[in-house]
């Protein structure tokens, strides 16, 4: 039987308060007309950035109870999709769940390990190492410009070269991965403003999206922006397309809630923005990048 809706696997945490992980990656892909499969790597009251107190349950030692179960209903996937891990083991399921269900399917990994030049307070070396192995099994990575020192182990410098960029971007993608996004690289201009870069293995072509600033931190984009590259993707679009329409959701949404007297720490009003996924693109500003 053909599924008449595609269908993603999203190997994350759900937060109940807290526009973050599943509870964006949901409504985001849901409004692209894509069914999305949980399969929880923990339940936190709230998620991490900026509350205390949170309460944590960790759900490694019910993962692969679900992975079975689905395994015996013969799911099948159109995408896989993981993004934060708690620990070297959970990085190890995934790894094999995408074994066990890639069929010819898009694996998407978002190798969420730190920002600014520092890991997570969750993220050890083991992890980073084993987030290593983890990318060589995807068709598609968004690590942020820190994460992709931590993978190359790279010295995390505040300014990045276009040579030196270049080479970041080829030896991910040598790594495993066909196409490689690298979101947050500093532009070298004003202080806080960034580019995303992408390279496309397959034809050999890099692409470029500006990134406008807004001076505000929002936790959760990033899990917005891979979701739009995802659900972009799955729709037909092509990769420089993708990224144009995911940079301009995100600055819409931040946009949108900057204006509010909110705190940040709740996450961009996604609500107040996500009939716009669907609406045409009222200007392509990628760049094809000749180096």
């Avoid at 990656?25 to 409004?31: C, E, G």
């Avoid at 709230?46 to 013969?74: N, P």
């Avoid at 600033?213 to 929002?218: D, G, I, K, L, S």
């Avoid at 092509?238 to 909110?262: E, H, N």
């Amino acid at each position: 039987m053909i599924n008449p809706v595609q269908r993603i696997a999203a190997i994350h945490d759900l937060s109940g308060f807290g526009r973050a992980s599943l509870t964006v990656i949901i409504p985001i892909l849901s409004t692209l007309g894509i069914q999305v499969c949980p399969l929880p790597t923990a339940v936190l009251s709230t998620h991490t950035g900026g509350f205390k107190d949170y309460r944590f349950v960790d759900f490694t030692d019910h993962m692969e109870g679900f992975i079975e179960h689905w395994a015996s209903l013969d799911l099948r996937f159109e995408a896989i999709y993981s993004g934060f891990l708690g620990s070297a083991r959970q990085i190890e399921i995934v790894s094999s769940f995408i074994e066990r269900f890639d069929r010819e399917n898009i694996v998407l990994v978002d190798p969420v390990m730190g920002d600014d030049g520092k890991a997570y307070d969750t993220v050890t070396p083991e992890m980073v190492v084993r987030m290593r192995d983890l990318v060589k099994t995807a068709d598609i990575i968004t690590p942020n410009y820190t994460e992709a020192s931590f993978l190359l182990k790279k010295e995390y410098t505040e300014t990045i070269d276009s040579g030196r960029l270049k080479k970041w971007l080829l030896r991910l993608s040598e790594m495993g991965p066909p196409v490689v996004i690298i979101t947050s690289v500093p532009s070298g201009k004003k202080r806080g403003e960034t580019d995303v870069f992408a390279y496309n293995r397959r034809d050999g072509r890099f692409w470029k999206v500006k990134c406008s600033y807004v001076p505000a931190y929002y936790p959760g984009t990033g899990d917005a922006f891979a979701s739009t590259i995802l659900g972009s993707l799955l729709q037909g679009d092509s990769l420089p397309l993708a990224l144009d329409r995911a940079v301009q959701f995100v600055y819409t949404a931040i946009k949108a809630s900057f204006g509010y007297d909110i705190p940040k720490r709740e996450g961009i009003l996604l609500e107040k923005v996500l009939n716009t996924l669907n609406a045409p693109l009222t200007s392509i500003t990628y760049q094809i990048v000749d180096w």
